[in-house]
């Protein structure tokens, strides 16, 4: 059965105004949201205002900021075209995994070439060493002869010609003995070169496999396999989630109260009811404008110093499968040095 507004048959329909569409709409949108949920944003105003404004005379004092952690630009060594890339974004490596592969053929090829130069090398100082013991026996032989000579000479029994081609003998024997010597060095320092080249070529194969130089999660992947990447070109960005913090953003009159060292504690936006330690690990030696991620339009309206409270390493390797950066959330620093955190301050981490 068809439903709606019955006419006459020949009655001409009134045309509906835009505005009158326009206000139905209107209200069946304001009937929806009246319905819903507070909004992030709006959970989060309340989560400031549970704390008031903060003042530094209560010992005391909290802004807020966003989780961060330290970003690591994850390079190619050499120049190539990426032959793959195994890590995906959002997954968690250690230390040593890998990340992506660049092409090896070239790179082998070089090795192939450098462990020959090596065996070539290696064969010379063989000769050579063959060529000494020729030299030396040759030497012993021209020794012998001469000796003999020169006390046939002596008896008046052999002629100075026969002494000097004795003597010359001699002297070419030895020779030929320090040349085969030299030659053996020469061989040994060929070797020695080419091992190096073998080592340095080792190890640009090796750099072809880009690993992870710590534990972290993949934040960014920036290229993909077939892509030709010049050297120092970032593969992938990792978070270390060993280096996680909150800025925040304090008055004058408030970080000349503090000391890097201090104590702080973090609440975060989407679990308001954990208290995690954090420590005072940097302020900023200038002042600057409130940053817009700032959220309260008072703190925004004046000059500011950046503090940087860290978590713990011990907390973030118990949790990092948890830590997410960008969460919002407030920080709070003691103004006096011996003033009690409150109880809704005291540390409340799960176990």
């Keep these: 059965m068809r439903t709606g507004t019955f006419h006459k048959p020949g009655q001409r329909l009134q045309a509906v105004s835009p505005r009158a569409i326009r206000a139905v709409f209107g209200a069946l949108a304001l009937s929806l949201l009246c319905g819903l949920p507070a909004t992030a944003e709006t959970r989060f105003e309340a989560l400031l205002e549970k704390f008031g404004k903060p003042s530094a005379d209560s010992g005391i004092y909290h802004s807020n900021g966003r989780i ?92 100075q010609s026969v002494l000097d081609d004795a003597t010359n003998a001699l002297n070419s024997a030895k020779a030929s003995v320090a040349m085969a010597r030299a030659q053996i060095s020469d061989a040994e320092a060929m070797i020695a070169a080419s091992e190096a080249d073998v080592q340095q070529v080792q190890l640009a194969l090796d750099d072809l496999t880009i690993t992870s130089p710590l534990r972290g999660r993949v934040l960014y992947r920036l290229h993909e396999p077939s892509e030709v990447v010049a050297a120092g070109t970032p593969v992938v960005t990792l978070l270390d989630l060993t280096d996680v913090y909150m800025n925040i953003y304090l008055p004058a009159t408030v970080v ?41 339009a008072e703190q925004r309206e004046e000059l500011v110093f950046r503090v940087k409270l860290t978590v713990p390493r011990a907390l973030l390797e118990k949790y990092e499968a948890q830590i997410k950066t960008g969460v919002r959330g407030i920080g709070f620093v003691r103004t006096t040095p011996d003033a009690e955190w409150p109880a809704h301050l005291q540390v409340k981490i799960p176990d």
């Design 68 to 159: 961060e952690a330290q970003t690591v630009d994850v390079a190619s060594k050499y120049a190539g075209r990426i032959a793959s890339v195994t890590a995906q974004e959002g997954d968690l490596l250690a230390a040593g995994d890998p990340i992506a592969q660049i092409e090896t053929a070239d790179t082998r090829a070089k090795l192939n070439g450098a462990k020959a130069t090596v065996l070539r090398a290696r064969a010379a100082k063989a000769v050579s060493e063959a060529t000494l013991m020729q030299a030396q026996s040759t030497l012993a032989v021209a020794q012998t002869n001469y000796e003999r000579t020169v006390k046939l000479h002596n008896s008046g029994t052999t002629a």
């Design 256 to 296: 000349g109260r503090l000391a890097v060292g201090d104590e702080a504690r973090l609440i975060l936006d989407p679990i308001p009811d954990i208290v995690a330690p954090a420590r005072i690990t940097f302020i900023s030696p200038g002042a600057q404008f409130t940053p817009k991620s700032v959220e309260t």
